[in-house]
């Protein structure tokens, strides 16, 4: 085992502080990356916090992860020693599962979080990227393109493949008229994946106050949801809607934008239950779903789809020290659109 350096949770209520820890030993099929970036995602604050009441302590949050592979076990083939590598929201899954499908996995049983959660030896704690390394899986990994800028791609493993993954089921692409809700760092995604596939996109904000950096993105329109004439000016419009935002909206609402056989999905998990009425699905055979990141083998068509199109994510970079403050800024939403540690400031 070796030692890292990071920062920790040890309790719901407490900041994160410095910890170090023991990483696990590498396997012949487990790579060594030293961690150069991490991203800073909404869900690592309502794990720090207990808000879903499954905390582990101390918790290493952090699962959008990008370094410089540093050792490769025996029978590593994937990966060599100098390569750019990333790390996203799991880092094993139930490999003997009779419903095992590597399209779905993030889906089936067995899933390993990258932090938060144990290994699949259901005693060893897994620690995230908020640290100076981690040892996983070469399955597990992701390359990263040489073109891209490092420190911004490392959402594009939690907010990138979240956005990609919905986009492509649903099949958005030209001729179809796709809405973000929210323009933060989910939504900003949203609008740049959508717009380099082709889809027409629309910006559905709270107020106009990011509406210049909306069409800077790639959005073709943007309205503000607070007025109520939006809601009338594009009833029946989209095919699609994707709602990133986790604040308690009126759904039924926002139904009412949808085509014939357009969907709602869902990537914000608003707290409690949000009524729908039948009759604003119904009628226009409408419906809701849910969409959650993505598989391995997605997430890496994602990145390779980034390094073409060279998208990246919009970031502010900060030090390990500034991450309490970071956490405070992304509940005010006072960040342009996510941010990313530093890990050399560890």
């Known amino acids: 085992m070796a030692f890292a350096k990071g920062y920790a949770a040890t309790d719901a209520s407490k900041p994160l502080e410095p910890f170090t820890f023991e990483r696990r030993a590498p396997n012949e099929d487990d790579i060594v990356i030293d961690i150069k970036y991490s991203g800073i995602c909404h869900s690592d604050i309502h794990q720090v916090r207990n808000e879903w009441g499954n905390a582990k302590y101390p918790m290493v949050p952090g699962h959008e992860i990008v370094g410089i592979v540093s050792a490769v076990g025996s029978g590593v083939t994937k990966f060599k020693v100098g390569d750019k590598a990333g790390v996203g929201c799991f880092v094993n899954s139930c490999t003997t599962c009779a419903t095992r499908d590597l399209d779905l996995e993030h889906y089936m049983p067995g899933l390993v979080q990258t932090y938060n959660d144990f290994e699949a030896d259901g005693t060893t704690p897994t620690y995230g990227g908020y640290s100076d390394s981690i040892v996983v899986k070469e399955g597990y990994a992701l390359s990263i393109p040489d073109n891209l800028d490092f420190a911004a791609t490392a959402p594009l493993l939690c907010a990138g493949i979240t956005l990609y993954s919905p986009l492509m089921h649903w099949k958005a692409g030209p001729g179809k008229k ?59 419009t989209f095919d699609l809607i994707l709602c990133t935002v986790s604040a308690e909206i009126d759904w039924n609402a926002y139904l009412g934008l949808l085509k014939v056989d357009g969907a709602f999905v869902l990537l914000g998990i608003p707290e409690n239950a949000v009524p729908v009425h039948a009759f604003s699905l119904v009628p226009a055979r409408r419906s809701v779903a849910g969409s959650m990141i993505g598989s391995i ?26 991450v309490n403050e970071a956490y405070e800024r992304v509940l005010k939403s006072d960040v342009r659109y996510r941010f990313v540690i530093d890990a050399a400031t560890i």
């Open 178 to 236: 796709v809405a973000v809700v929210g323009l933060g760092g989910l939504g900003h995604m949203g609008v740049k994946l959508g717009a380099a596939l082709g889809a027409e996109i629309t910006v559905l904000s709270q107020s106009l106050s990011k509406k210049e950096d909306g069409l800077k993105l790639g959005a073709t329109h943007y309205y503000a949801t607070s007025d109520a004439e939006t809601f009338k000016t594009l009833a029946g």
């Open 297 to 322: 083998k997605e997430t890496q068509e994602m990145l390779d789809f980034c390094g073409k199109h060279n998208i990246v994510s919009e970031i502010e970079l900060i030090r390990m020290d500034q």
